[in-house]
RNA sequence: GUGGGUGUAGCUCAACUGGUUAGAGCACUGGGUUGUGGCCCCAGAGGCUGCCGGUUCAAGUCCGGUCACUCACCCCA
């Protein structure tokens, strides 16, 4: 019989795994919460509308790699493909633009794309995603950025860049599009396949296209940084002068493009060479037209989301991570012991301590191995001779010393030993 | 969606050109010590060789299919 076995794509995460995922969670909180930011859930799945609209209809996102699927009443749903969309869906939904004070969100759970899976890519991924609406200033493009950095230095990872560009306003980057167009067919069909279909559907991207010629015919194109209005450019170089008063390292990448269609101004992302072809841990960028086009008022936005597979990835190969052990791991010996043993670790347990115990009777050697490969630092030995005695053995596993305690009462010496180490 | 690589014990890997009962290390269990961990020694348990089919006297090995993992393209976090 052929067991069955998890989707394609999408992974268990193991007890052995999990203190990396509890780790990077907890710091992300801590760090958004001090910024301002307060958490926000919204569903998993959508009306798969909404994907289309927000994000674009004719982005990869939403033209081949989202789970759509027709529910019973036959309404079209999605499963999330990031979180922006859902974000914004609410905030219009309960007109959270009403409070001035709160408008800074932050959400942390999984996403799904139908894509081949890869290092640094699955089908099911987590995201740590954090949203403001209403400020027009640069103050909080840069901010975000600085934000994200203080995150990012603050669990440890290093060897990361901070990419910024702007890819301008809507106006700016129609005429660009169609500068770049123009440039493009000059050339031909010089360029690889991909780039050729590119040209038609989505100029900007044939910027990142990772074959060499592709890239040698792009020397001399319109940069897009160069070609924006004298309103853009100027909260660009503000971004970039707020930048640099709080010390957030960066580099204007003139080439970056990003895949959604609701980006404008200020774009950004951090970029490591540690992972492979998937080098992109997080970014984001400025979307002030979106929560309008989703029916709300017009209000300003920008946001970014950090993949955690990724910086989990990335912390793996720098950290290691410290093994939880037991403080106190008991050992009974005959059935009576045992059953006395069961009890006082429920006891101990009760106090707060972290114990751990054999329930199956092995011998007293296997118990001993046992309780040095948890880790604990005390073992405490309760066999017949000890229970006719009214005793119990502690052995400091450390200090290979052992000393007899007085089994009524010895639960509030143990607390008081374990607590001086 | 396209291409490359790989599937043998819980893990990491062996098994010459097809040839007897598929091995090792680590991990696991028991013992060496009437009741004491790490090191050492002994023993044991653990496999439909991913799955289905084909070729052959004979398949872990060759062929086809399929599934999974993996890397890359594409795309993005």
């Known amino acids: 019989m052929e067991a069955v076995q998890a989707i394609r794509g999408m992974n268990d995460i193991l007890p052995d795994q999990v203190g990396w995922w509890q780790k990077v969670e907890s710091a992300a909180r801590e760090v958004l919460e001090n910024f301002g930011y307060r958490e926000i859930r919204t569903p998993?799945?959508?009306?798969?509308?909404?994907?289309?609209?927000?994000?674009?209809?004719?982005?990869?996102?939403?033209?081949?790699?989202?789970?759509?699927?027709?529910?019973?009443?036959?309404?079209?749903?999605?499963?999330?493909?990031?979180?922006?969309?859902?974000?914004?869906?609410?905030?219009?939904?309960?007109?959270?633009?009403?409070?001035?004070?709160?408008?800074?969100?932050?959400?942390?759970?999984?996403?799904?794309?139908?894509?081949?899976?890869?290092?640094?890519?699955?089908?099911?991924f987590h995201q740590i995603d954090a949203e403001v609406f209403g400020i027009d200033s640069p103050m909080i493009d840069a901010e975000i950025m600085h934000?994200?950095?203080?995150?990012?230095?603050?669990?440890?990872?290093?060897?990361?860049?901070?990419?910024?560009?702007?890819?301008g306003c809507p106006n700016c980057r129609k005429a660009y599009k169609e500068r770049l167009q123009d440039f493009l067919r000059a050339a031909g069909d010089a360029f690889c396949p991909d780039c050729l279909r590119r040209r038609e559907t989505n100029?900007?991207?044939?910027?990142?296209?990772?074959?060499?010629?592709?890239?040698?015919?792009?020397?001399?194109?319109?940069?897009?940084?160069?070609?924006?209005?004298?309103?853009?450019?100027?909260?660009?170089?503000?971004?970039?002068?707020?930048?640099?008063?709080?010390?957030?390292?960066?580099?204007?990448?003139?080439?970056m493009v990003r895949g959604l269609d609701y980006y404008m101004r200020t774009t950004f992302e951090v970029i490591t060479d540690r992972l492979g072809s998937q080098n992109a841990i997080g970014g984001g960028g400025r979307y002030d037209g979106l929560v309008?086009?989703?029916?709300?008022?017009?209000?300003?936005?920008?946001?970014?989301?950090?993949g955690m597979e990724r910086l989990i990835l990335l912390l793996q190969q720098e950290q290691s991570e410290a093994a939880r052990a037991p403080q106190v791991f008991v050992a009974g010996l005959g059935d009576k012991a045992r059953d006395r043993a069961f009890l006082l670790v429920q006891e101990l347990r009760g106090r707060g301590m972290e114990v751990d115990l054999d329930y199956e009777g092995r011998s007293l050697k296997s118990q001993m191995r046992r309780a040095d490969k948890t880790g604990a630092r005390f073992v405490l030995i309760l066999g017949e001779d000890e229970m006719n005695r009214g005793e119990i053995q502690l052995r400091d596993m450390q200090e290979k010393t052992q000393k007899v305690l007085p089994l009524d009462g010895a639960t509030g010496i143990i607390l008081d030993i374990a607590k001086k180490q």
């Open 147 to 167: 934000m994200l950095r203080t995150f990012l230095d603050g669990i440890g990872i290093s060897g990361v860049m901070l990419n910024i560009n702007s890819l």
């Open 44 to 124: 998993v799945a959508e009306k798969l509308e909404l994907f289309a609209r927000g994000i674009g209809e004719s982005t990869d996102i939403v033209e081949k790699e989202m789970y759509a699927f027709a529910d019973r009443n036959g309404d079209w749903l999605a499963l999330r493909p990031e979180a922006t969309a859902s974000i914004v869906r609410a905030y219009i939904q309960h007109k959270l633009h009403a409070d001035p004070i709160q408008q800074k969100f932050y959400a942390i759970g999984p996403m799904f794309r139908h894509e081949r899976p890869q290092k640094g890519r699955y089908r099911q």
């Open 203 to 255: 100029p900007l991207r044939v910027f990142d296209c990772k074959v060499e010629r592709c890239q040698a015919l792009l020397e001399g194109a319109p940069a897009l940084i160069d070609s924006i209005d004298d309103e853009c450019r100027a909260h660009f170089d503000a971004v970039r002068e707020y930048l640099t008063k709080l010390g957030t390292p960066h580099v204007i990448n003139p080439r």
């Open 292 to 306: 309008r086009d989703l029916g709300g008022p017009d209000i300003a936005a920008i946001g970014f989301a950090i």
